[in-house]
């Protein structure tokens, strides 16, 4: 993230005043807005941190038109950031859109002079995080993102896929290295360790701090989860799978933002999510108006955690037990009358490994969001800091033990007792 | 394997007649031969599957000119093979040269139409399976091949090296997939099921090779080997470091032959070396012309073996404790008091797993070349069935042990326990 990008010639900033000139000259797009594009209506509602977001309407439908600037926005032109991630996030998009079906926008067009991408409208989704934070529900979103993540994570690993596509597009997303950068730096470097780029809540969280970054064994296995995260090339894998990465209505669930993609481990995805939805339980006490208020909507949380891993394990099983054509565990090797049993075993093992990578990076996740860079509205938008502190706190200690204990846990009710009772409020 | 390749227009065989005028066009090679072209005598001396190597010498020096085949020189023209991997082989040798010195050969041109390498002429080098066969000894290659998978390992694992720099390199190397397609199919696949490519001593091992192919937990174990074979980019491997793939003499030691290497986990490059060693030790009673001829030079292979893994060990644990660059386990967070014991507890477990990967790696080599398709000169040397088998028998017996109770091997005495005494002869 200290390098400097150069813009190349022919980027611009697109501009709300002339998008729907540019867009004008697009088929796909004006197929799918219908009429002429001066009766189109474009609005700027990008709040991320990266990208320019334009929403446009015509007669007859809309899209959304993502720009990667050249820069962070929120930090502005001093941290340069490369304009690649378009291309990385559409090539994501492209590769997992077989499998996935309708759970990721579709991709009208890529510009990649422009490095803008020219996709579905998501109305009248809301960002996930933002809906958990206000004490909202979607009854399927735990088993939706599950589903989501065994599906792109099988069907991009070596069990469904000849090792040559893998290793073509391997090498591709093997170029996305100042994404990958900010993920090895921020999640698992610099919170354990002083950096300036570092922030907690202070003085409430000093000693919480300390303690963590004196514990060796935990900054131990964070250091291993980091190795493997550069080591493995299980799945194409989203990276940045968290709450403010999907798109939700009552009944829908949408994945977005994928511009971290690339191979690493499938425990890095699943634990990205599940490590969000328990901030967000954390984060509930310190919502709430009154106590107790959010009682049933932390529980609600909890069982969305569970639908989620069972969903996925479920899928991803499934999946696997129907004639599968990778190179790893080749189905002609286990013909035998007493295969079955083998590789059946064989298959809880591998879900076992990745119930235990799920928690490790989940606590990875939590870990930098309380004492990193980047934190969570969930935890931000608790005014009162003593208040923060406490939610804070109670995430750190579960990220802690998973860190540093998830073998232990052998199932997700054994993971979700290590939460603390609400009497810890 | 099955794929046709295109022979690029500008590529010939290159001929002993004409080679060197070629040469003569090369600064490197006029500058290593001395002299005029036309007092340079050229020897044709492949007896490889894959290539023509020519030996050249000149009044000042030798060089050694290894061309890339379009086809498997064994199987004739009816069997095609990417020209490129000449080009994988050269990055490989450009890759490790910094760190290993002169345990690979020196490279002085790569001709990339004609897919051919100049390179150091190695004499008096014999190759070390020659060797082994013959009973002669050489000191210390076991420790000099441990060194250099160390060095050659560390430098290009996370440990070592900013990601930005491996996973450029990853990328490129992820090319090399017609090679990497005949390890996944004759190491990992086609030895565990029926395949017209395989082969072995009949009837003697019909009962032994049948049991293994009914065998769900050996083969479960070759499997999950398999998918870490594709899955894993520890470091840039060899592949192909068996004893037919080392020169040696008395007192120097080095690797040859690395077309196959790409980033993959670092124990197939330490267990493709113990296997041959110990495929070596189970062939000596088959070759030996009275009782007991060979006992001293089956003691001597497995010190070798010993010194193999104890200088890996000792090299690799000695590179990670000088300050180290990489992206994993960075240096800079564990700098606090109690960090030290954890850090080493890490790596002690980080060699552990080193230790049983190259078990498990070394029975896959092994088994592969017993019942699969290409064997060893070691055992086919052997002309009498009746004794190859029961010295085959026996490398089948420990490289099941080692594939399914590899874990219970604590060090390297207790894996090589596992093999019969003298009285199984």
């Not at 509602?45 to 990667?68: E, H, I, M, R, T």
């Not at 921020?186 to 300390?210: C, G």
């Amino acid at each position: 993230m200290s390098t400097t990008t150069a813009v190349p010639a022919g980027y611009r900033a697109l501009e709300t005043g002339s998008l729907a000139h540019w867009l004008g000259g697009l088929p796909a797009a004006c197929e799918r807005l219908g009429g002429a594009p001066a009766r189109w209506t474009v609005r700027e509602v990008g709040d991320g941190n990266l990208n320019l977001v334009f929403l446009v309407d015509g007669p007859a439908g809309s899209v959304c038109v993502k720009q990667a600037l050249p820069y962070l926005r929120v930090a502005g032109p001093s941290w340069p950031m490369t304009l690649e991630r378009a291309y990385y996030e559409q090539l994501y998009y492209a590769a997992v859109a077989p499998h996935v079906g309708a759970a990721i926008p579709r991709v009208f067009h890529y510009d990649a002079e422009l490095h803008a991408i020219v996709m579905e409208s998501l109305t009248p989704h809301v960002i996930l995080r933002r809906g958990l934070i206000a004490g909202h529900r979607y009854a399927n979103v735990g088993r939706d993102i599950g589903e989501y993540v065994a599906r792109a994570g099988f069907f991009t690993s070596d069990l469904a896929e000849p090792f040559e596509r893998k290793f073509e597009r391997l090498a591709r997303f093997a170029g996305n290295t100042e994404l990958v950068r900010i993920s090895v730096d921020l999640i698992f470097t610099d919170p354990y360790l002083e950096s300036p780029r570092n922030r907690h809540t202070r003085p409430q969280l000093d000693r919480d701090v300390a303690a963590l970054r004196a514990d060796g064994a935990a900054k131990a296995a964070a250091a291993e989860l980091g190795r493997r995260f550069l080591g493995e090339t299980q799945a194409l894998i989203h990276g940045d799978l968290h709450s403010g990465s999907i798109m939700v209505t009552a009944t829908d669930t949408r994945v977005i933002d994928p511009e971290f993609a690339f191979y690493g481990p499938l425990g890095f995805d699943l634990g990205a999510f599940l490590g969000n939805l328990v901030l967000a339980w954390c984060a509930q006490p310190g919502l709430e108006r009154s106590p107790g208020e959010r009682d049933a909507h932390r529980d609600w949380i909890l069982d969305q955690a569970k639908a989620f891993w069972t969903a996925f394990r479920d899928r991803f099983l499934a999946l696997w037990r129907e004639p599968a054509h990778g190179d790893a565990w080749p189905v002609a090797m286990f013909r035998a009358p007493g295969d079955a049993a083998a590789l059946e075993s064989a298959r809880r093992r591998y879900l076992d490994a990745l119930f235990a990578d799920m928690l490790g990076y989940a606590a990875c996740k939590m870990i930098r969001r309380v004492v990193g860079f980047a934190h969570v509205a969930d935890l931000d938008d608790i005014a009162d800091p003593a208040r923060r502190a406490r939610c804070e706190r109670s995430a750190l200690a579960i990220a802690t033990h998973w860190l540093t204990r998830r073998q232990e846990c052998r199932s997700i009710d054994d993971a979700l007792a290590v939460l603390p009772d609400r009497s810890a409020r």
